[in-house]
């Protein structure tokens, strides 16, 4: 028994439901607890900068490894960005199908009405042109002093385009002192995460007691909606392809399904998928680089996530968004989601940077998903993982780099 109460899995359930029994029968003492999830969000936005720094540039090392290899490395970008983009563009339309966060009242979440009515004008009233040119930031260190995450991005960018120009002895130790700082960056996100059942508490606390208990009625649309998207889109759009390329979902399924148990259990999408892709038929270096490139690059489950938890937001701060509002935020969101490595939190923290970027839904509004943020984790972890060895097989078979007589051996004929 205290072994499963080592699990923040266990941890943030037994978290939630004293949240809620508290907010419940104790509903003044519940609505003051709003501070603990407060500080979990201010601990997690302190990672941002940082955190999106590191992984984009070292997202632009991977890139320059795939131009060493050209058709193969180019070929699986674009893959990336094509499904990742789609991805996008369903958890788009599910959330404005679905709705999940219609009807919410969430006027004092942001400390009372009046801040929702800001953020609805700044909504209409948007320069959308100064909101680019906003993007240059004033100087280097600005970006990350400001806290503007798009000025973070843009010099990521720059230094990542810049790093992969230099000599391989410049740019090869830089990496790897980056590598290890990236490494030091998501420890301390892990400690930040062990505190997830507080900030889970509070959020929950607060929710209920400050709205009842029919303020669970949204959180559970919403991810019975993200779970559903997730299904169909695994099933649907990641089935279709496989099918086109000639090979079974269902058995790559059941092939990774070890893979697949440890990533429910920890929400994280860093599995060893390596050696399992190469006894699937995979050519081992078609593996060894679609597969860590696909972790920063093609996180389907998170980008779904990602997209429909924005629109929640907005539909719950009654925040209405146009056409090109909404076309804006999957464009910010194919930027960001590429810093979403396949680490537990990461997601989280990318929609705190996307909803900053933004500029238009409240990010404290994030409170609000702190209590099903840990569930849904798992299933877009799942999504991202299955993703990852689709787009392997993908690229493998299109590089004629797939040996059918492996996959036949591995799924049993």
């Not at 999940?100 to 400390?111: E, L, S």
């Not at 100087?139 to 391989?168: H, I, M, W, Y």
């Not at 130790?173 to 420890?187: D, I, N, Q, W, Y």
């Not at 924005?310 to 146009?322: G, H, K, M, R, W």
């Amino acid at each position: 028994m205290p072994k499963l109460f080592r699990n923040l899995t266990v941890q943030v359930l037994v978290a939630i439901g004293l949240g809620v029994l508290v907010g419940a029968f104790f509903p003044a003492f519940g609505a003051g607890l709003k501070p603990l999830g407060d500080a979990f969000i201010g601990l997690i936005k302190m990672l941002i900068a940082p955190i999106i720094f590191l992984t984009v540039v070292l997202g632009m090392g991977n890139i320059g490894d795939l131009k060493k290899v050209g058709r193969l490395g180019g070929k699986a970008l674009l893959y990336f960005e094509l499904v990742t983009t789609l991805a996008l563009v369903i958890g788009v339309a599910a959330a404005n199908l679905i709705r999940p966060g219609a009807g919410i009242d969430t006027g004092r979440v942001a400390a009372g009405a009046d801040a929702t009515r800001q953020y609805t004008e700044k909504a209409a009233d948007m320069d959308w042109l100064a909101f680019f040119t906003h993007i240059i930031p004033d100087n280097f260190l600005g970006a990350f002093t400001s806290g503007e995450v798009l000025q973070v991005l843009l010099v990521a960018v720059l230094f990542g385009a810049a790093l992969a120009r230099v000599p391989a002895a410049v740019s090869g130790p830089l990496l790897g002192t980056l590598e290890r700082l990236g490494r030091v960056f998501f420890g301390v996100l892990s400690l930040v995460m062990k505190l997830a059942p507080l900030g889970a508490f509070g959020a929950m606390a607060f929710t209920i007691g400050k709205y009842g208990l029919a303020a669970l009625r949204p959180l559970a649309l919403l991810m019975g909606s993200v779970y559903l998207t997730m299904f169909l889109f695994i099933f649907g759009v990641l089935g279709g392809i496989a099918r086109f390329y000639g090979f079974s979902l269902w058995r790559l399924l059941v092939f990774i399904r070890e893979e697949l148990l440890i990533v429910l259990g920890t929400s994280s999408s860093e599995s060893a998928l390596m050696d399992k892709l190469t006894a699937f038929g995979c050519a081992r270096p078609v593996v060894g680089l679609v597969v860590p490139t696909g972790y920063s690059f093609n996180l389907d489950g998170t980008t779904i996530y990602l997209s429909m938890s924005s629109i929640f937001l907005a539909q719950a701060f009654n925040v209405p968004l146009t056409l090109g509002q909404q076309l804006t935020i999957i464009g910010i969101l194919m930027l960001t989601s590429k810093g979403a490595a396949g680490v537990t939190g990461s997601g989280f923290i990318v929609l705190a940077s996307t909803l900053a970027a933004i500029k238009v839904i409240p990010v404290e509004g994030m409170a609000l998903l702190l209590g099903v943020d840990r569930f849904m984790s798992e299933v877009r972890a799942i999504t991202n993982i299955i993703g990852n060895a689709v787009a392997t097989v993908v690229i493998a078979k299109s590089e004629n780099e797939f040996d059918e007589a492996t996959y036949q051996r591995a799924i049993g004929n």
